[in-house]
């Protein structure tokens, strides 16, 4: 199910990589006028790893940021940041915004989700590990998927009985001695 899911988000982030928003309508047919386009040049968008290391280097630009990891697949990335855990929560996240904004001003214009959360941005280091070890898709699927497990709750009604439930002794943390 977890795997299932993962795909499931990761066929939904991939499948918009190929939109082109700002293409012009096509011309219907019969219509003779003549329209002037203004074309405006983006700059060139440095490939996956340049981008990674430029999008890490600006956040870690900024203060109390102790350390960033990006994961960029197609317009999006994921951006894990460290900071001192001493931190109060309030000034987290007012990090998280200052790392989102310098991101959002990027003239690369990538689409930005900022996380403070330790165990996010360790799975965002792992998943990024796996991409440059050649396994984007598999690497993404499996962290994705423990992901979502963390996610899910556990229901009662979601649990099955077992044939042999644990007994007290089976637990090797409850040490018993006969020497007492």
């Known amino acids: 199910m977890k795997a299932f899911v993962a795909l499931a988000v990761l066929a939904a982030a991939l499948s918009g990589c190929g939109t082109n928003k700002g293409a012009a309508p096509a011309p219907s047919p019969g219509t003779h006028s003549v329209r002037q ?3 405006q040049e983006s700059p060139a968008r440095p490939d996956r790893a340049q981008l990674t ?4 280097s600006l956040v870690k630009g900024i203060p109390q940021v102790e350390d ?10 994921i951006v894990g940041i460290n900071v001192k855990p001493d931190l109060e929560r309030a000034r987290v996240d007012s990090i998280k915004y200052s790392a ?4 959002r001003k990027d003239p690369h214009g990538v689409n930005a989700f900022v996380t403070a959360d330790l165990d996010m941005t360790q799975r965002i280091r792992e998943m990024a590990a796996d991409v440059q070890a050649g ?3 598999a690497g993404f699927a499996e ?3 423990d992901i979502i497990g963390r996610l899910m709750p556990q229901t009662p009604r979601d649990t099955s009985p077992q044939s042999n439930p644990p007994t007290k002794n089976d637990n090797p943390n ?3 001695s006969n020497n007492l």
């Open 37 to 39: 386009q203004t074309v």
């Open 53 to 56: 290391a430029h999008l890490e």
């Open 68 to 77: 960033a990891r990006c994961l960029v697949f197609g317009n999006t990335a």
């Open 100 to 103: 989102a904004e310098a991101l």
């Open 135 to 137: 396994r984007p898709i």
């Open 143 to 145: 962290e994705l998927g």
């Open 174 to 176: 409850n040490y018993q």
